[in-house]
């Protein structure tokens, strides 16, 4: 828990594999034993390609999908089961060749902010309310990381990275900072920005990014993030 102290309260699960990003829930929700044989399906809901995981947070489900060639934000109510607000964050997003369409990273929730960031490296933070957008970044257009899709003759492309298949690496957040691997080799491997603005604060590395999920947190006293690249 001492990675992510104000990320989520207890019960919540605001980001790819939970609130310390290890799989393990909040000692304050209830035990399951087992699981049972057959599992009551309390509601079922439509919704599109994709390959992120879901959120809990304070009542809502966030997930994100693709539906008619364009990544969305959605927010819904768990008690109603309604839909509170949908936002289109990437318009074009990647066709990819193989393992299906729609976006690749699990979303993050921090206090009153989504993170989500498309199959085609566009990070973009939104309102937890209307999912109004706040700020966003282009990997390709603001960093130079090219995306290449399937194109095995482009000698850019050497190599497997997710500028060919996808930006899987879901970003990390540590205090007033979050992490991307943004992926462009010529100086911006993994790139910190302000949470708040979306400013760059610095830059490093010359590797691409492959499809891991960063790591944020303390390490030897120091606040470290973990990039595991191409």
Sequence with gaps: CSLFPTLALAG????????????????????????PRD????????????????????????????VEGREIAHAVD????????????????AVFGNFGQGPRATATVDGDRLYVQSGRGKLA???MKDGSALWAVDF????????????KGDPRAKGTAAQRHG??????ILGDRIFAGVGDPEGATLVAFDKFT??????????????????????GGGDHVIHFNA
Excluded at 47 to 64: F, Q
Excluded at 140 to 151: S, T, V
Aim: aromatic fraction near 10%; glycine fraction near 10%; hydrophobic fraction near 35%.
């Design 12 to 35: 919540d699960w605001p980001q790819w594999r939970g609130p310390t990003r290890d799989g393990i829930a909040s000692r304050e929700t209830s035990e399951l034993k087992a699981l």
């Design 39 to 66: 599992p009551e399906i309390l509601w079922r809901m439509r919704v599109g390609e994709g390959h992120s995981g879901p959120l809990i947070v304070a009542g809502k489900l966030v997930y994100t999908d693709q």
């Design 78 to 93: 768990l008690r109603t089961r309604k839909e509170i607000w949908r936002k289109v964050y990437d318009p074009n997003p």
């Design 125 to 127: 933070c939104l309102a």
């Design 140 to 151: 390709e257009k603001d960093f130079g990381a090219i995306w290449l899709g399937n194109k």
């Design 167 to 172: 930006n899987n690496g879901a970003p990390a």
């Design 198 to 219: 979306g400013k760059k604060l610095w830059q490093v590395g010359n590797d691409r990014s492959a499809y891991a999920s960063l790591m944020a947190g303390k390490l």
